[in-house]
Structure formats: structure tokens, C-alpha cells
């Protein structure tokens, strides 16, 4: 049976990413007869959702077709913020010679490393 996610490109690093969020070795625990709370959606809300009400001493099950952490956490909002940081910090450091700070012209940014740092790879 093939994965039920698949992210693309097929590289290292989105086999990482799978693998974190949706180990291959799962296996879903036996479903309980009865839950105080079933939660819809891993994202964000349904994690912390499904968190806290688990410490309050409910029984809790958590659905989840896609990716555990949502598109915010694995494609979106939280990896596109490291990568907006790096560009205004390149971009300010290119534009500090009109404060007497020279040699930012030269600055080159190594895409792989912004990837990295970001949370994204």
C-alpha cells in the first residue's frame, strides 16, 4: 500500500519530513469504546486542542489524514518566516553602506543554508 502522503519532490529532505510527521512504523492504537473529546485536524488548534485536554485526564482521539503539524507548521506560515528573515537581514545588509557600513554589495545567500536555518529542510 503507498504511503498516504506524499510530498514533492521525492528528496531527502521531504522523506525527512514524512518521516518525522507520519513515521512509516506507525501503527494506530486499538480505538477506545468511548472518548470525552475527538478532535478533527492535527494543525495547530487540534494539536493544542487535543494536548490540553488529554492533561485535564480526557480520553482524547486526534484525526488526522494529511500531515501532523498542518500546512502552517510543515509548508507555510513557521518555515516562510525564517526565510522572510533572512531576506530583510540580506537586504539590510546590502543597504548599510549609507550608514558607513561597506561590503554588503558582496554578500551572497546561500539558498540551501536560509532552507536549513528555516526549519523548512
Not at 561597506?102 to 526549519?119: I, Y
Request: some cysteine; overall charge positive.
Amino acid at each position: 500500500m503507498p504511503p498516504l502522503i506524499q510530498l514533492q519532490p521525492d528528496d531527502e529532505h521531504n522523506r525527512k519530513l514524512a518521516a518525522n510527521v507520519c513515521p512509516s512504523d506507525w501503527v494506530n492504537p486499538e480505538p477506545a469504546s468511548r472518548y470525552n473529546l475527538v478532535v478533527i485536524g492535527a494543525g495547530t488548534a487540534g494539536l493544542v486542542t487535543a494536548a490540553g485536554a488529554a492533561k485535564l485526564g480526557a480520553k482524547v482521539a486526534l484525526v488526522e489524514r494529511g500531515l501532523l503539524g498542518g500546512d502552517c507548521l510543515n509548508v507555510g506560515c513557521v518555515p516562510s518566516k525564517g526565510m522572510i528573515s533572512a531576506g530583510r537581514i540580506a537586504a539590510k545588509v546590502r543597504s548599510a553602506g549609507r550608514f558607513g557600513i561597506h561590503g554588503g554589495a558582496k554578500l551572497e545567500v546561500d539558498f540551501a543554508a536560509v532552507m536549513q536555518g528555516s526549519g523548512w529542510v
